[in-house]
């Protein structure tokens, strides 16, 4: 496998309580794109919203799945935790304006690495950041409401796991999914991925004693990583098994190809293939704007739509 081939952020799936709320906060707050609105293949009464860029690239990709009256979460080792987002050094500015006048409390800017941090949460209490990334700006900005182009989010910059003990994910990282082991911040390893670009870091927050996470609104259920196809999906399977890791069968999510482990820290990880993308069931304009279904519960979709709550899109007024 090639440092191209395997690794990155592919896309992140949280947990949310409210679909009207997250689609809201996503959207009209953080000016992501809804690219793609279907429902959970395994509990297809509930939605699988899917926010990104322009067409849902991956690295930009971050995905809900909204369980109506979801119970809370708690932060906690064994979980990814802290998602960040790159956005240009000169927008930094308009997001501490943009979010205090969406009532949205932020941290105080902080410095990580030389990069500065604008920590805040989702109204579940998801664990949010933006981050300034010079990289960023040489990155095409899509518009979405009022967000405009220039300081818009460009994707993942990066994703934090708390861990017990962070050595046997870093040997995940570096021996299978291709990262190299970077500075030390305090409790925080770093690990980027040579490949570079959107979502390119991961990094290992070592909390030895702190409480397990649990698993609710307002936390991570899984974080994938990018296959440049099936072949490096299958290399992956492979070498994890070759580390006593057990990896699920391949299963088919329309929009790409899927196999899942949990790592040693207890994280779910996903590799999913960087093909076919979000355009193969809806043209590119029109993205995210219709429910769009797996075609083995096309016959049922007058049940599913009827459960599924409202979102508050223009179509359905």
């Known amino acids: 496998m090639t440092s191209n081939t395997i690794g990155r952020l592919h896309h992140i799936t949280a947990i949310a309580a409210d679909p009207a ?45 909204p369980y109506v009256g979801a119970a809370q979460g708690r932060h906690g080792t064994g979980q990814a935790e ?14 501490i304006d943009r979010l205090a006048a969406k009532g949205v409390a932020a941290d105080q800017p902080t410095k990580r690495f030389g990069e500065t941090v604008l920590a805040f ?3 579940d209490g998801l664990l949010l950041e933006l981050v300034t990334d010079s990289e960023a700006a040489s990155l095409p900005g899509h518009a979405v409401g009022d967000v405009p182009a220039e300081h818009a989010i460009r994707g993942f910059r990066g994703i934090t796991l708390w861990l017990g003990d962070v050595a046997p994910t870093a040997r995940v990282l570096t021996e299978v ?13 770093r690990f980027t991925h040579p490949g570079g670009g959107i979502g390119s870091i991961v990094d290992l927050r070592a909390a030895p004693g702190f409480w397990a996470g649990a698993q609710g609104a307002g936390t991570i259920h899984h974080v994938a990583f990018r296959a440049a196809d099936d072949g490096a999906q299958a290399a992956s399977t492979r070498a994890l098994a070759g580390q006593g890791l057990r990896v699920t069968p391949q299963q088919d999510r329309n929009y790409f190809r899927s196999t899942y482990f949990r790592e040693p ?14 355009a193969i069931d809806e043209p590119k304009e029109s993205l995210g704007e219709k429910l ?14 009827a459960v599924l709550p ?3 899109q223009k179509e359905e007024v």
């Open 82 to 95: 802290e998602i960040a987002f790159a956005i240009p050094p000169a927008a930094l500015g308009f997001w």
């Open 21 to 65: 709320a997250n689609l809201a906060f996503y959207q009209d707050v953080l000016g992501l794109r809804l690219v793609k609105k279907t429902v959970n293949f395994d509990d297809p009464g509930t939605y699988h919203l899917y926010y990104g860029d322009e067409v849902g690239s991956p690295g930009t990709i971050l995905t809900f799945f």
């Open 265 to 278: 820290g207890g994280v779910l990880f996903e590799i999913a293939t960087d093909d076919p993308g979000f």
């Open 292 to 305: 769009m279904l797996p075609s083995r519960y096309e016959a049922h979709r007058a049940e599913i739509e």
């Open 310 to 312: 409202k979102l508050g």
């Open 177 to 189: 999914l291709g990262y190299v082991a970077g500075p030390v911040d305090g409790a925080r390893h």
């Open 121 to 123: 949460r989702d109204p």
